[in-house]
């Protein structure tokens, strides 16, 4: 599988792995581990992995025992994996490093001796039981790796053309016409599929979505165990709020309602359970901002949210798991436009999937007036411009399902908020075109354009 990240870990080697090591966040099962096997493989003369989840208690003890000895840690870890170490040649890899708290520490020194170059990885890696009782080293550097996106889709099917044709279509701002067709058809199965290494894997090998949707329910299965291994007194909590994300998106305010859990829930009762999730890299939330200016995180109102799966394929398997696994024909409606459904929580979820590969922070704006119908309005996201200038720095983004749609909370947001925003957008299954002298309309596989 190819991705991106690898570009990232090789502007590490070559400029910083000398001054810091590399830590590398996301959820269970985004392929984290495969793919710094393979740079150190392919980059290195040699490399050693410590799997931490299969490591021994003699393996982690040695963190204990012998930092103030270094050549006697680095020729015990040879031995035991039969490894050959050559200064400044090889990498260690620290394997879900949270397992081992202590070897992570251990960085700040393993990192200033200089032999060798350190990766880690890690799930849960922020939670905090796995940072109780050790200083996080300042030579550790911390980057998100998130599941395959639309374009790594496109090269595990084997298409490395569609994607520079989407973003020139983008750039000149000129509708895709005949090609539109076949991208909303790899944006379709991409959303049923998703991005997790091992469902795309199934997919490119099989094409059959029955065995994708098996991988999908077995990961779901180990976000659970997580849920109850590591969550402790929040367990419950967090269990309750993770598989009540499906019932809340379907809504067509998809802002989580606490009282759907429990009449008398509130924020502040659930505000740990969230955080959790985000932090394991299970969920991506999207926080509601009291006004669409450059300052939206100052603006945020962390009451008011909605949660979305951080990967689509694992919301739609979770949506249909009446019979424990979706038929066959579930996903072939959804391939051709024909399931009776309300696809907007699909589209929606994909969107903000999209978005946060790119590296955006979610934002929305929700507001209800009953005084002035004028300031009532559901924004669905709200994008800031990579580039700042002195007004209309925010993109406010509306996402539609059909052809079909309205635009009464967009249009009024240009009212009232003209000054602050610009581009405002809608994502549809349409090419792109304009629906008004102010709004643009982009099909959904241009997301990652904006």
């Not at 994996?81 to 260690?92: A, C, D, E, G, T």
């Not at 099989?206 to 098996?214: A, H, N, S, Y």
């Not at 008398?264 to 299970?282: G, T, V």
């Amino acid at each position: 599988m190819k991705r991106k990240i690898y570009n990232e870990l090789l502007n590490w080697k070559q400029s910083d792995s000398h001054k810091v090591a590399l830590l590398i966040e996301g959820a269970r099962r985004i392929g984290k581990s495969f793919i710094v096997e393979e740079f150190g493989r392919n980059e290195y003369d040699s490399y050693l992995l410590i799997d931490f989840n299969k490591a021994s208690s003699q393996v982690k003890k040695l963190f204990d025992l012998y930092l103030e000895d270094l050549d006697t840690l680095f020729e015990l870890l040879e031995q035991h994996y039969q490894v050959r170490l050559v200064p400044r040649h090889s990498l260690i890899i620290f394997d879900e490093v949270q397992d081992c708290p202590r070897a992570r520490a251990a960085i700040k020194y393993l990192v200033a001796d200089g032999r060798f170059d350190y990766i880690e990885t890690g799930s849960l890696v922020s939670i905090q039981r796995n940072v109780k009782n050790i200083v996080i080293p300042s030579e550790e550097r911390a980057i998100q790796m998130h599941p395959m996106d639309f374009e790594e889709f496109l090269w595990a099917m084997g298409n490395e053309t569609l994607m520079p044709y989407i973003r020139k279509q983008f750039a000149e701002k000129k509708p895709m016409r005949e090609v539109h067709q076949q991208a909303m058809d790899y944006f379709r199965r991409y959303l049923m599929v998703g991005g997790m290494p091992q469902a795309v894997e199934q997919y490119v090998q099989t094409r059959d979505l029955e065995q994708v949707d098996r991988v999908k329910r077995d990961i779901l299965t180990i976000y659970r165990n997580d849920i109850r291994k590591y969550a402790g007194r929040l367990a419950m909590k967090v269990m309750s709020v993770f598989d009540e994300i499906p019932a809340q998106l379907r809504k067509n305010e998809r802002r989580f309602c606490l009282a759907d859990l429990n009449k008398s829930a509130r924020m502040r009762d659930y505000e740990n359970a969230f955080m959790w999730l985000s932090e394991a890299k299970i969920v991506e939330c999207a926080y509601n901002t009291v006004a669409p200016n450059i300052g939206l995180r100052l603006n945020m109102d962390r009451t008011t949210l909605k949660c979305y799966m951080a990967d689509t394929g694992l919301l739609l398997s979770m949506a249909f798991d009446e019979k424990g696994i979706i038929d066959e024909q579930v996903y072939k409606k959804l391939l051709l436009d024909k399931l009776e459904v309300n696809m907007g929580m699909l589209m929606e979820n994909m969107v903000a999937q999209m978005l946060v590969a790119e590296g955006n922070q979610l934002y929305f704006y929700s507001k209800t007036d009953r005084n002035d119908s004028s300031n009532t309005m559901e924004i669905d996201f709200l994008l800031r411009k990579s580039q700042i200038t002195n007004r209309h720095n925010i993109i406010p983004i509306e996402v539609k399902s059909s052809n079909g749609y309205t635009l009464h909370s967009l249009r009024k947001c240009v009212n009232k908020f003209g000054e602050y925003v610009t581009d405002p957008t809608v994502l549809a299954t349409a090419d792109m075109g304009k629906a008004d002298d102010r709004i643009q309309t982009l099909p959904l596989y241009m997301t990652s354009c904006l």
